[in-house]
């Protein structure tokens, strides 16, 4: 384990803000980033020099580890403002234990708890007026960990960098999307590092998605490698299946990311009475509820877009067309989940975390 | 396609070298690099200024894509010097096609072969003195790609930086390595991008192997994701297994990387009247082999230590040990190979390319 000796957290303001030169009526997801950022150096065995300073280049090797072998892993989360001004984050303990659990996999060293949780609500602090009120704007969270030791041979790195980056970003509809079923390509193996928020995972995708857009596709839902019989999840995304009035979603595996907003909706469903069924979901069972009518809706369930409608799926080369169910499960879950983030209802389950 | 014009290659020479701080007789793998390096970018559609320049660090932003999505690859390969002083290439045309191999399935534009020669050639001649005299030494090259647009959104970058490192590699013996056969964790999935030379393969590697270690075993040997019935390749080198007479070894596939060396030992051994045999080897069989005394070698065959020979391997907890062969395959291939690459010997495949 890591020293946990808690370390002085030094904070670096900007001059001045560059927060007059956005228009946050016209923002590009994750292109904008606010004033500060956050920089801690794992060295000789510890995380030292904890950082707030401001956004800027770093300097580094072209020898640098992350480079050459793909050794980092990062996490997505969010800060809300609520209508009075308040600040709340989503679950950010789920976040925090689940880069630990990445950074594991990928031979990284744990981040103590103590730094993690004093640099996330110091850097949300001091940047709060890019965190914009009203339904659906939120402050987009980055934290991640790179490997920084300086050798191109293939063995885990010594060095390590962990930062934290904020973006703002709109509340945005991108209309239903479409989705190809993965026949082919594939996202993870069993044994592989799919349950890890590894970066190499999102690089891997990037064809095969390539591919799918071309075809008219946003996304892709990947299937198990060996046989592509069960559907598992999108590029960013879990997935659920409403099958009439039962909710089906793969079980959290070696392959798949335990997704926040997976978890959240499964509580919210559950105390709803709804039916969830965490199984292995197979294609063939949803072509078959699709052709006979009992699959009423697919949706995706992420940070960065709460919750995506789908609107057809594409299997074997037939697309099936999904009606918008403006009534339906993924816009209840929506609308429950977007209220209790942006404290407009109660939160029973205790997801919000005040930062100010 | 990218444009093909070719753009010329400015080269800004180092005001002083570094090479009399270093110990030659004392280098650890891929920690030290040569004076100069290459770098040429991607931007607006097209590779752009392909410059050689002094060996440092990179300003860069850490918003870049590389960082979050482990959009990056590589490749490895070495220049040698014979006793009269000229310095050759192995090969060099199949690290140039398997860069590309690798980035388009990492949906990264390929780059320009002219480029790539040009810059290659032109690096190792600048750094000459970097590459010693003697059998086995060498100075191993290291091409890559990353991923450089700044953004935090998880789609391919629309900027890249190609480089070219060098690092000087001593003639290492580091004994017959112990392999475990992977039986929990895996490389890589059907459909995934174990061909490619992906930078995350490897950080994802570091894991398993850690454990491994710890058992002392210095390497894994891969199966395939869905059963571990069948021996896929190592960490860094494709794998051969001797029966008797006859050398068997994974095919290629989607998999497994396609290497240099490998394909190398297979024409030395079929010249040679060796039989070969490329199918899917399974673990059950050379278990049995190991056990009624069948099993003489198993090898591994990559850039960076040539051939390496297992001593030994371990499956459900039992190790199964193998005899050192001075006068094995092993033995004979490398030796075959090492000749040929540093100019003592025939080339009777054309496989040395001269630089200077
Ligand atoms: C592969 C993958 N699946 C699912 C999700 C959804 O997880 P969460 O709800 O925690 O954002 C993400 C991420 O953000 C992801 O990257
Ligand atoms: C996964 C893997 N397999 C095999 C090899 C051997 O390939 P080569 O002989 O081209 O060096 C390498 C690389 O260097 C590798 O990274």
Redesign the interface.
Known sequence: MNSSTKQKLDIQKAESSRIGQVDFNNL????T?SDH?FECDYKDGEWQNPTIKP?G???????A????????V?E?MKAYKDDDGKVWLFRPEENFNRINKSS????IPEFPKDIFFEALTELVKIDKEWVKKGLGNSL?I?P?V??TQ???????STEYKF?I?M?PAQAYYTGDVKVEI?E??????????GAAK???????????T?LAREKGFQQVIWTD??KHEYLEEA??MNVFFRVNDTLLTAPISDRILDGVTRKSVIALAKRDNITVEERPVSVSEIVEAAKNGNLKEIFGAGT?AVISPVSAFSYHDTVYDLEHQDNGFAMRFKKELMDIQHNRSEDPFGWRYEVL
């Open positions: 590009t997801f994750g292109s980033f950022m956004y280049p770093l300097t580094i090797s072209p020898g580890k992350v480079f050459h072998y793909g050794q980092a990062f997505g594991k996999r990928m031979a987009y980055r991640f790179m490997a300086v050798g191109v041979s293939a063995s885990p930062m980056l973006s993965a082919h390509y594939s996202r993870s193996a069993n044994g592989g590092v590894a970066a190499g995972n999102y690089g891997a995708q990037f064809f095969p390539n490698a060996s590029g960013t960065a």
